[in-house]
């Protein structure tokens, strides 16, 4: 099937951090899961998602090269200017236990986006 690539979008920095902790417990590691938030000027981020915030990389690019498709990272790119949290996750066999565990943590939507998945199972989101 190929890998599935899992972003979820949280209010606040605190559901985002609840989020990676809970994917930390399935055990999914720092390279498999990312975290993005923007505080005005200033930029964390972490694991996967490491180094978007210098100049010549933002979210949007940092998302393509994860494989999420261009107009959903666009959208997650828009949340993440408007201060929301950005949560990836390449979850290898629990994907439905990742996407439980990101909407549990209070995601206000959740892409699930798998390359190799035929047209109807890809890109399923809530809210994006």
């Known amino acids: ?14 559901l985002g ?3 990676v902790g809970a ?10 899961i990312g975290l993005a938030v923007r505080r005005g000027e200033l930029t964390q981020t972490s694991g996967a998602l490491e180094g978007v915030d210098t100049p010549e ?8 090269a994860l494989g999420v498709p261009v107009a959903h990272a666009r959208a997650f790119g828009g949340d993440f200017e408007r201060c929301r ?6 979850p290898d066999d629990r994907v439905e236990d990742a996407v439980i565990a990101l909407q549990r943590g209070g995601a206000v939507s959740v892409l699930t ?5 035929s047209p109807a199972a890809r890109g399923s989101a809530g809210g994006v």
Request: proline share 2%; hydrophobic share 50%; charged share 15%.
């Open 17 to 19: 951090q609840s989020a």
């Open 1 to 14: 099937m190929g890998r599935t690539i899992l972003v979820g979008v949280f209010d606040t920095l605190v």
């Open 57 to 64: 990389h933002d979210l949007t690019g940092g998302l393509i």
């Open 113 to 117: 986006w798998s390359p190799h998945a």
């Open 23 to 32: 994917l930390v417990e399935l055990g999914l590691g720092a390279r498999q």
């Open 85 to 90: 949290t950005i949560v990836t996750a390449e």
